[in-house]
């Protein structure tokens, strides 16, 4: 297996000493922002040490802190106020050099003799800093000290500030523009003419401010900021308020001065700027709120849906929350370079491409889908994490599951055909449960301490879980009760930080005030055994065989890997019964105590003769088993007229029956769920096909490469076989949304099965579009995926380097993206290889922002998944410093292992995560990594001889090849 490239030692320095020469000649440009280097540097040695500097004799003394739990949360000494923060990047090839000046006025809350702030990866120049205010004539800077581990900056001063004393710091300092994707950062494109074009961003969440600037860089630190950005006169700037005015350089006559408008107290992770040559795109306005979208050149047809329905979710939201936007504009901006999806800066909100432009005939249905679900979730950020903020990263779901829970019902307001209802249930439910359902999960309310841990919080937990919990307490409340209590909560702690409790205070006394049934408990109560525990519920519904309108009702914990002596926990549950979709009248509602012990219900069942179901339309975050006897008469109407159960319990039955056989809590197990499947025959609805495909699709990557994984293929494919007779490759431009996405379905599965016809036209159009690949009539943009994927199967270098062609020539990300999926469609080893390569290598087809996508395309290629690996752990080191950290390479250890079903590959990973260890910050990606991995082992060891069984008896006359 290759390696990555290592540069001898003597290059290295060689391109220090040139680097350093052209720091120096940029100083010399703008000596008045670069006064003299400082006594010590900030290095990026990771040992744990404090590096002291005395101003008066410039001595840098190191000291090594003995090891033990290092608290990475700053004293509360000062409260800031304002931030002055002056800043003139360097965006030229070969000089990304950040001249910066800040001022910070705060407020002084005890007596103490020294200030600590955050820095990092920035040189302070020491002899400009600065403390005044009145009664501090004299007081000097004694010396400085920085902590290069928890990245505190701590000013030592010649005498004592008493409580309650205002004062302001001041001090100059070098940055660098780096190329990490956080901080103020590097980002660039290619213009018409194949010219490389350089802009300056930034990304502050969750810890990266102080790599901008010397700032107290926490949540619940919140302040002013008045912000002036130095940029050239052929270049535009803007940030989170509109420019006040625009004044010359001094000394700098290609330069100019953008002074901004000070904004409102707001958290330093949510302040933003981007500085480049992009394009204005103005939207209609959202009231008194002037809107735009910023794109590179060449690319202001693709923000046109994004103009178009900003304004409205915008308006949205006001109503909602019934709290008008407090800012005057909303610019959002589409980046080239951006590590997340995008951030919600307040006032400019950041994008990855994909999510906010769409090309009509190049993007997909799913990619207009997904610029309308992000826009809606940062736009509602706005309130719900800028407007009040949580007081520390433990509570980041506070802010993620709320945007996540709101963003549905946003998109709702401008595409009510795209039914986000049902698309909740797949993309946030259904989708977390995988996750949630490992015992290495974690609660939505988590401790984090240092800045590792604080990045892996943002996962699926605090986005989808969060949300859909707050979706079930919509469910109990009563989405106007959950509006109004939401509306005081956000008014009472305006351009402030708050905590769970606070919030579920509010929610208690709008629930109280409407006389809401909560079983004699509280909002507080309920949600904390949501919010502190791991997991979910599996709900046992049993009728009683000698009295069938008597039902008992338990609760276990779910696990997916069941193992001897796991801890149980029990929650509040909010129960729902119905067995006639067709009358309201007939849905029961009931709690379930947090204990094992069942609760029996004889007033539930109006015909005991007919089946019931729990959890109507989904609300409740838990999974439901029955007795056998219910299970039976559910079948038995799916299978004679499956449209009497509403669609999103359909799309759960078909959920949790091949989840609770997976995890072993079905009786039957896979005999069960396969037979409650079999109905699919008959389905025409998107929801229930597109939650048996994800499902088929992990056991068949499970059972890849064996007799039963050919079998399940057939299977499979006989009972799509009427989709794709209805639908085959041709949209109408009649389709509607779910009908587009069902078309995809249908083709798919065809082509994913080796159908012969599918194969066949599936090259044939890829044949007829690559002759002519700007033609967007040759190719339907949604099954672009799967002709491109069939097409690199069954194809070889020629059609490999074609897509990389096509790739490289686009103009649309989101293409960009379908076609790098495709790619990694080839078995062609050298082929992959050479995908891993570009996923680390500067100046490579795959931009750094795009390498996870290649971890995760590799799962599903049976040969990819083990070169994957192997390649992460030969280039640990390179993956690190390419990335900026090691998390990143755990984060796609993860990706790439989640099919591995080997003990072989499971001793790989306990192997690597024992060397690996030290080097990280928290293990956990790593842990959930292993047991996955644990339990496909172990499910393949239970369930293969069952499935295969299955399969063999009951796949009917298989639709051949």
């Not at 956080?182 to 660039?188: A, K, L, Q, T, V």
């Not at 038995?636 to 007229?641: E, H, K």
């Not at 490999?800 to 649309?812: A, E, G, H, I, K």
Request: negative net charge.
């Amino acid at each position: 297996m290759g390696k990555g490239v290592t540069l001898p030692k003597w290059l290295v320095i060689a391109a220090c000493i040139i680097f350093v020469g052209g720091m120096v000649a940029v100083g010399l440009c703008v000596y008045y922002l670069a006064p003299p280097p400082p006594g010590s540097e900030v290095t990026t040695d990771t040992t744990s040490i404090v590096t002291e500097t005395t101003t008066p004799t410039d001595i840098a003394t190191t000291t090594f802190r003995p090891p033990g739990d290092i608290n990475y949360r700053l004293p509360r000494h000062f409260l800031p106020l304002l931030y002055t923060v002056r800043l003139l990047p360097i965006i030229e090839e070969g000089d990304f050099t950040i001249f910066g000046d800040v001022t910070i006025d705060m407020v002084c809350n005890e007596n103490t003799n020294h200030i600590v702030l955050h820095i990092n990866d920035m040189d302070v120049h020491q002899e400009t800093i600065k403390v005044s205010g009145e009664g501090l004539e004299g007081m000097m800077v004694h010396h400085t000290s920085f902590d290069q581990i928890t990245q505190f900056f701590t000013i030592h001063l010649s005498g004592e500030l008493k409580a309650g004393m205002q004062l302001s710091l001041s001090m100059s300092y070098l940055a660098k523009l780096n190329d990490i994707l956080g901080g103020f950062y590097r980002s660039s494109y290619f213009d018409v003419n194949g010219n490389r074009r350089y802009i300056a961003t930034t990304q502050f969440q969750p810890t990266d401010a102080r790599r901008a600037f010397p700032c107290f860089d926490e949540p619940n630190f919140k302040a002013r900021f008045a912000i002036t950005l130095g940029r050239k006169k052929d270049m535009t700037s803007i940030s989170n308020m509109p420019i006040n005015r625009t004044v010359p350089h001094e000394n700098m006559p290609d330069y100019e001065w953008d002074i901004y408008e000070e904004s409102v107290p707001m958290s330093t992770y949510l302040v933003a700027f981007v500085i480049s040559d992009f394009v204005k795109n103005p939207a209609p306005n959202a009231g008194e709120t002037e809107v735009a979208v910023w794109s590179r050149p060449g690319a202001e047809e693709q923000t046109r849906y994004a103009t178009n329905i900003t304004s409205t979710v915008l308006e949205y939201f006001e109503e909602f929350f019934q709290i008008p936007y407090p800012l005057p504009k909303q610019d959002m901006i589409a980046i080239p370079d951006f590590g997340a999806g995008a951030m919600e800066n307040w006032g400019l909100i950041t994008y990855r491409e994909t999510a906010v432009l769409y090309q009509p005939g190049v993007s997909s249905a799913q990619n207009k889908q997904r610029v309308a679900v992000v826009i809606a979730h940062e736009l509602a950020h706005q309130w719900f994490g800028n407007l009040v903020t949580t007081d520390w990263w433990d509570l980041l779901w506070l802010n993620e599951g709320f945007a996540t829970y709101l963003e549905f019902k946003g998109v709702d307001r401008v595409e009510p055909e795209m039914k986000m209802e049902q698309q909740y249930l797949n993309d946030a439910i259904h989708y977390v449960m995988q996750l949630d359902g490992l015992n290495s999960s974690h609660p939505m309310i988590m401790p984090a301490n240092n800045p590792d841990e604080i990045n892996e919080l943002f996962d699926p937990i605090a986005y989808e879980k969060s949300g859909s919990v707050l979706r079930m307490m919509e469910d109990f409340l009563g989405l106007e009760v959950l509006k109004e209590g939401l509306t005081n909560y956000l008014n009472n702690r305006t351009y402030d930080t708050a905590t769970a409790d606070v919030l579920w205070e509010f929610l208690g006394d709008t629930a109280t005030k409407y006389s809401v049934d909560l079983n004699g408990l509280t909002v507080k109560d309920i949600l904390d055994t949501w919010s502190l525990q791991k997991n979910f519920p599996v709900v046992k519904v049993e009728r009683n065989p000698e009295n069938y309108t008597e039902i008992t009702v338990s609760q276990k914990r779910f696990i997916s890997a069941q193992f001897e002596g796991a801890e149980e926990y029990y929650w509040h549950v909010p129960l729902t019964f119905i067995q006639d979709f067709s009358n309201n009248s007939s849905l029961k509602r009931r709690w379930l105590s947090n204990s094992s012990e069942p609760a029996v219900y004889t007033d539930i069942i109006d015909e005991p003769n007919s089946w019931i179901i729990c959890n109507h339309k989904v609300f409740g975050y838990y999974r439901v088993d029955y007795d056998e006897i219910n299970w039976d008469l559910i079948q038995v109407q799916l299978q004679t007229n499956h449209t009497k159960i509403d669609v999103m319990n359909r799309a759960q039955i078909v959920d949790d029956a091949l989840n609770l056989a997976s995890a072993d809590y079905l009786n039957q197990t896979y005999k069960r769920a396969m037979d409650l499947t079999s109905y699919l025959k008959n389905e025409f609805d998107w929801l229930p096909w597109e939650t048996a495909d994800n499902n088929f699709d992990r056991l068949r990557n499970l059972l890849s490469g064996t007799e039963a994984g050919a079998l399940l293929n057939d299977h499979i494919r006989s009972l799509a076989l009427h989709l794709y007779e209805l639908y085959d490759f041709n949209e109408d431009p009649m389709d509607k949304h779910l009908d587009l996405f069902l078309r995809t379905i249908a083709v798919r599965i065809a082509c994913g099965t080796n159908f012969a016809p599918c194969v066949e036209k599936a090259k044939e159009n890829f044949i007829n579009w690559s002759a002519d690949p700007d033609n967007a009539e040759l190719i339907s943009p949604n099954l672009k995926p799967t002709i491109t994927c069939t097409a690199m199967r069954e194809g070889d270098v020629k059609e490999f380097d074609f897509l990389v062609r096509r790739y490289n020539s686009t103009n649309v990300a989101a293409e960009k993206d379908q076609l790098l999926s495709a790619m990694m469609c080839t078995d062609d080893i050298i082929l992959l290889r050479r995908l891993l390569e570009w996923s680390i290598t500067d100046g490579s087809p795959i931009r750094k922002q795009d390498a996870v996508f290649v971890y995760r395309g590799m799962a599903t290629n049976q040969i990819g998944k083990t070169l994957a690996l192997g390649f992460i752990q030969d280039n640990w080191e390179q993956i690190a410093s390419y990335t900026g950290g090691y998390l990143t390479a755990t984060e796609w250890i993860q990706s790439v292992s989640r099919y591995y079903n080997k003990q072989s590959e499971l001793d790989e990973l306990i192997r690597l995560k024992e060397e690996k260890a030290p080097q990280l910050g928290t293990v956990r990606t790593l842990d959930q990594a292993i047991e996955q991995v644990t339990a496909n082992v172990q499910w393949l060891e239970k369930h293969y001889q069952t499935i295969h069984n299955w399969l063999r008896n009951n796949s009917g006359n298989p639709v051949k090849n």
